[in-house]
């Protein structure tokens, strides 16, 4: 209830600030918070990372299992990400399945890991036609204070990079215990957001800037500095010069969150 | 036979991971650990990893839930996918919703909901990693997130377990014993007066057998009891 | 007097005090219910929680947005768990229910400053207008503070928002639920958000009333 009353008042402010140059937080419009990703500290995971950006906190956790393949990719391992807003991470998130919030994210982190061909599903084939590892990653949000896009994505692909495959023994898989082996990963895709307000574009928006922005992009680029998904959202609109200038931005920030990842 | 039990629970009069029969794992709580929640608590209890929160006194909704003379509290016990070996589907089963029951009517006695009627006063408990237990230790952190959201009570309910073991009573069982062993009896108190809030029990056990778990049991809520004091002390010092 | 920290279930006192809140009796004991500061003085005693949440109390100057129209009231927001009701005739004594269509006086969305008169045994919080600095308030902008913090916004004997409503220049409404209205030029009000952020961060350190003159000078040649 009182999330919209002061939002529509936290607007104008809000514009202008930015107006002046400045973010209501005092960063800069390219700046992201305070960042910071814990790895493998959750071990019924075969994979975890914890990621903060400023007070939002993701935790990401990753399970590996076996099962068919798809018919038309017989010989590829197979991935499934799911996202959770859970009621703990704020008064707006409400128990039950999964809202279109909640799909839009994990199909956004997915469209990431997927594209940017970061996982080498081949080598997660044990037979043929019949049996491959299946990757599920769990997005868990702990915190929600904006830009859930880039702390779940950085949290995705820090757990990819932290797992280890559990030990299989005939067609069982012994989950307690662990072997050295990593998952095939051979690209480390980013992603970045951007929020539009009233004609200024911020990067890394934050829960004011979120509640009161027009519309927002999310950019995923891989170390080579390809452009691998892309997701506007929001009910506002980008001019095209916004676009260009928010995708190169895009490159230039993502190698500073892929140096968080080992 | 289950499959994967091991042969022995007990071997050469300590337990699988080292511990004496009345010895407690490993307890951490932090009190104020989330930014949105009104009150929360993060507990690492062994290999247990649970977060809780409080969102409360707040409006009710859907509106025809108000009660009309008090709070109406409400409890949401949820498992991450990844917090178990066999990944678990997202959603509530039948496991999460008594959990979420009993653990609701574990912490009620101890609320003045008659202080704030026509609210609801929610708690949400997420189990990040399960390694038996989990019940006690999502009791242990909602009370710790009750008081750190300024929710008036009686006390704090800490809640532990005790059980059969090849034989044996034990207290505050890991994952293994929880799985493999003859008997579980969940326990949770308001420690000044030691009255039981929450009292579960599945196996067998004799007259001798119970009582000897459930007063081992309550030993176990008290030294929980001092560690949800001190986190809470923490908070502000 | 220092005061210390006490969790609920903690024996604070026994014997005769008066209880205010946080505190309850059982038999000759008095324990807290609340993780909070014990208060104790001349025979009263109360916990004062560490809690964001405001909770009305009759006399208190509060903030409050217009959500709904009835038939002889408005339903009004003031930042808490319940929501607050202001009668016509609260508004002023000349209107009655039924003669007038009360949307011409206060529409969905007006904020207005208004006191708590009655809060029920039920939780029913009634407000009124006819108090004389009671007003709606049209122009300006509102922002929320941690309620708790309000205190300090207002310092001892208002020292701190008599400074700030001098040094910046700004009209300034105060209500115990955590909600403030700026009236003034952008410029003074951004500076005036600025220190109220400040305010809320350092609560708890002395001599902040100088620090935020200080901030509001520095700001103020600035430019």
Redesign the interface.
Known sequence: MSTDVIAEVKRDYIISLLQQGERIDGRKFYEYRNISVETGKFEKAEGSALVKIGNTQVLVGVKLGIGEPYPDSPDMGVLTTSAELVPLASPTFEPGPPDENAIELARVVDRGIRESECIDFEKLCIVEGEKVWIVFVDIHVLDYDGNLFDASSLGAIAALLNTKFPKLEDDRIIYSEKTNQSLPIIEKPIETTFAKINNKIVLDPNLDEELVMDARLTIATTEKGEYCALQKGGSGTFSQEEILEIIDVSIEKSKELRKFLR | MKVGKPERLIVNGKRLDGRDFDEMREIKIKAGV?????G?AYVEWG?N?I???C?????VHPKHLVK??KALLRC?Y?M????????KK??PDRRSIEISKVTRQALEP?V?TRL????AI?I?I?V????GGTRCAGITAASVAL????I?????VPACAAGKVDGEIVLDLFDLEDNYGEGDMPVAI???KKEVTLLQMDGKFTREEFEKAFKLAIKGCMYVYEKQ?QA??E??? | MERRIVLPGELVAEGNYRLGDGVYREGNKIYSSLLGLLDEKKGFIRVIPFTRKYIPKAGDFVIGKIIDIQFASWEVDINSPYRAILNVEDFREDLKPGQVDLSKFLSIGDVIFAVVKEITPSRRIYLSMRMNNSTVLRRGRLVEVTPSKIPRVIGKKKSMLLMIKREIGIKILVGQNGRIWLDGTQDKINLAVKVLRKIEKEAHTSGLTDRVKEMIRRERDRK
């Open positions: 989330l930014e949105r929640a009104d929360s290999g990893k977060l809780a929160a969102y409360g006194p707040r409006e009309p003379d949401i949820s991450a996918p990844f917090s178990v070996s066999d990944r997202p959603g101890v003045f704030f009627p026509r609210t929610d949400f997420e990040l990693q399960a390694s008081a750190d959201a300024g008036p009570m009686q006390d704090l308001i420690p000044r004091k809470l002390k908070r502000y010092e």
